[in-house]
């Protein structure tokens, strides 16, 4: 079993919509989590940490379930630049554990 | 400042040979890694390195060396090239595990 598990998607959703989608990890002593972006065919840039109390970043709003092992990320008012593969990423002790990643797609 | 630099691009290997590709950072980072992605499989951990000197396994070594002689550099020696090598190769590097991980462009390798 992967350590990191994501739904693959494709998530399609137009311009200025709601979009979510979630993460589990396995390893309950993972200890920091991270949202990391890919474009296609490019190397990961980190789109945002995640911290237990939740935070937001802009349009992007990220959640940790600690009890559930779950991580969450929401993107609001969709835009077309948003198009990507989003990582889930847990981390402990000195190794990164990645999910293989959500796609999304916003149409005009 | 170039950040995390990769080398060659891309590259095509017969089975059996060997080649190293090239990871340099510029950022004085401590923690340097290798990662292959493969459709399907997100990336994998192959080599990490704490520090100079210092270098341990991930997921997926087999097949892979790799030594850091310098903060700056972290090369990934395949021994001898297989089919099943064939992935794209990330090399990442940041201050520590709990940071920002910068990754390189990428090495595209093709093994026949």
């Known amino acids: 079993r992967k350590e990191v598990e994501q739904d693959p998607g494709p998530f399609n959703v137009p311009e200025g919509a709601t979009v979510a989608f979630n993460c589990t990890y396995s390893n309950s002593a993972s200890q920091s989590f991270f949202w990391y972006r890919q474009d296609c065919r490019k190397e990961p840039k980190l789109l945002m940490s995640?911290?237990?109390s939740g935070n937001e970043d802009g349009r992007f709003t990220a959640q940790l379930n600690r009890a559930s092992q779950y991580i969450s990320l929401l993107i609001r008012d969709s835009k077309l630049s948003d198009s990507a593969t989003y990582l889930c990423v847990a981390a402990n002790d000195y190794k990164l554990s990645f999910g293989a990643g959500t796609t999304v797609t916003v149409r005009a | 400042n170039a950040g995390v630099t990769q080398t060659p691009k891309f590259q095509v290997l017969k089975t059996g040979q060997s080649m190293t590709l090239q990871c340099a950072q510029d950022?004085?980072?401590?923690?340097m890694s290798w990662y292959r992605q493969d459709p399907g499989m997100g990336l994998r951990l192959i080599h990490y390195s704490v520090g100079a000197g210092i270098t341990d396994q991930g997921e997926v070594p087999n097949g892979y060396n790799v030594s850091r002689s310098t903060t700056e550099d972290f090369p990934l020696r395949l021994l001898s090239a297989a089919p099943s090598q064939t992935s794209v190769y990330f090399c990442a590097s940041s201050y520590s595990i709990a940071d920002t991980q910068y990754f390189g462009p990428g090495t595209r390798l093709t093994v026949l």
């Open positions: 995640v911290y237990s």
């Open positions: 950022m004085n980072h401590e923690y």
